[in-house]
């Protein structure tokens, strides 16, 4: 009976590590298209960054950049982001940092959330609304309506002008913005969220915050 107890108490932690694996996995997958594709077009030169893109970090002397094309919505993105934050605490004085838009079409307030973002952006408060986005994805993400609402209200918390905010949320030079960004990413070859382009190569997801740390001192070195 001992034995048998035990069998099945090394059966459950091992049921146990595997759940925990794959929930890993799927948390850190990059989302990928799950209805039709966007109707962006991919850019005839697409450029990894671009003067109008919203660097998280401005080095005096930039030793590398890390371009991520990112959706705010997006689970993986999201899982992503605290080790995104730790890597520009460590590296910021020497690493530029970028983020760029790449809303997938699957999630109802990925677009929109682009969009405030990039109305954020407008009166200087990009990094802050970029931040608020993420921290509250768990709040909003997922949904099936507009929160057009809630991402007003983070306006108002930032101290935005939310008359300002309100046209240049709805304003199609807006829109277009960020379809820029898109259209890079796809002339890129980005085809879920997150994608990092290391120094203007593609590079694998890595699993970890120490192999993301080690893929950025390993350059630093070179």
């Not at 997938?104 to 200087?124: D, F, S, V, Y």
């Not at 608020?132 to 809630?150: I, M, Y």
């Amino acid at each position: 009976m001992k034995k048998l107890t035990k069998n099945l108490i090394v059966a459950a932690v091992i049921v146990a590590c595997f759940a925990a694996a794959l929930g890993s996995y799927l948390l850190l997958r990059p989302d990928t298209p799950s209805d039709s594709a966007t109707d962006v077009q991919p850019a005839a030169q697409a450029l990894p960054v671009r003067d109008t893109s919203h660097r998280l970090s401005t080095p005096g002397r930039s030793e590398l950049t890390i371009v991520e094309f990112l959706d705010f919505e997006c689970e993986a993105c999201g899982a992503y982001y605290p080790a995104v934050e730790k890597l520009r605490e460590q590296y910021g004085d020497r690493v530029t940092f970028v983020a760029r838009y790449f809303p997938m079409p699957g999630h109802r307030n990925g677009e929109l959330a682009a969009r405030t973002a990039e109305a954020a952006a407008q009166q200087g408060k990009f990094e802050e609304m970029y931040s608020k986005l993420f921290a509250t994805q768990k709040e909003w993400g997922e949904a099936q309506e507009s929160k057009e609402s809630v991402f007003r209200g983070y306006a108002k918390d930032l101290g935005l002008d939310l008359k300002k905010f309100d046209t240049d949320l709805a304003a199609p030079a807006t829109a277009e913005r960020v379809k820029a960004d898109q259209r890079d990413g796809l002339g890129l070859g980005v085809q879920g969220t997150p994608t990092f382009i290391v120094d203007g190569v593609k590079i694998q997801n890595p699993a970890t915050f120490d192999e993301f740390k080690k893929l950025i001192d390993d350059r630093l070195t070179d």
